[in-house]
């Protein structure tokens, strides 16, 4: 299947942020979080983007974990892109491990995911894992931060 797989996989859209499933690479609970405004840095975050960025990141962490089981995950952020401000939330799950646990491992996965796993089922896999987290961030807010 070539082409956009995921283009509405939004998990939840804050103020400051965009949580979606990455589209082009169909693993179960990678997730992206990118910001609202163009940025390159978290050091060009606002005092409120840094707050709401953190609760979120935790927050997304903590439903992959409870709602996929997710066990680990890499988080990567590369200032040198032209698509702005994006981490990525690179679940490890157990078939992974063919490939080993190192940095390196990661893009030799990706490939595979995009050359092996884009079927019907795996998709709908995916989308179901997104759906579910989504479901689970309804309640999720930034509001005030107590002193």
């Known amino acids: 299947m070539d082409g956009v797989l995921f283009p509405?996989?939004?998990?939840i859209k804050t103020e400051y942020f965009t949580v979606a499933q990455d589209w082009e690479v169909p693993i179960e609970g990678f997730f992206?979080?990118?910001?609202?405004?163009?940025?390159?840095?978290?050091?060009?975050?606002?005092?409120?983007?840094?707050?709401?960025?953190?609760?979120?990141?935790?927050?997304?962490?903590?439903?992959?974990?409870?709602?996929?089981?997710?066990?680990?995950?890499?988080?990567f952020q590369n200032e040198n892109t032209e698509h702005g401000f994006h981490l990525w939330m690179f679940p490890r799950l157990e078939w992974m491990e063919q490939y080993g646990r190192k940095i390196q491992s990661v893009r030799p996965?990706?490939?595979?995911?995009?050359?092996?796993?884009?079927?019907?089922?795996?998709?709908?896999?995916?989308?179901?894992?997104?759906?579910?987290?989504?479901?689970?961030?309804?309640?999720?807010?930034?509001?005030?931060?107590p002193p």
Do not use: C, P, Q, W
């Not at 509405?8 to 998990?11: G, H, L, S, T």
């Not at 707050?51 to 089981?69: G, P, Q």
């Open 109 to 145: 996965i990706m490939e595979h995911a995009k050359k092996e796993m884009a079927t019907e089922e795996v998709i709908h896999n995916v989308k179901d894992a997104a759906a579910r987290v989504r479901e689970r961030m309804k309640d999720f807010s930034f509001g005030v931060v």
């Open 32 to 75: 992206i979080i990118s910001s609202n405004r163009k940025l390159r840095s978290v050091a060009e975050f606002s005092d409120e983007e840094s707050l709401e960025f953190v609760r979120l990141l935790r927050r997304v962490r903590k439903e992959m974990e409870e709602a996929l089981s997710i066990k680990e995950v890499y988080l």
């Open 8 to 11: 509405d996989e939004i998990v």
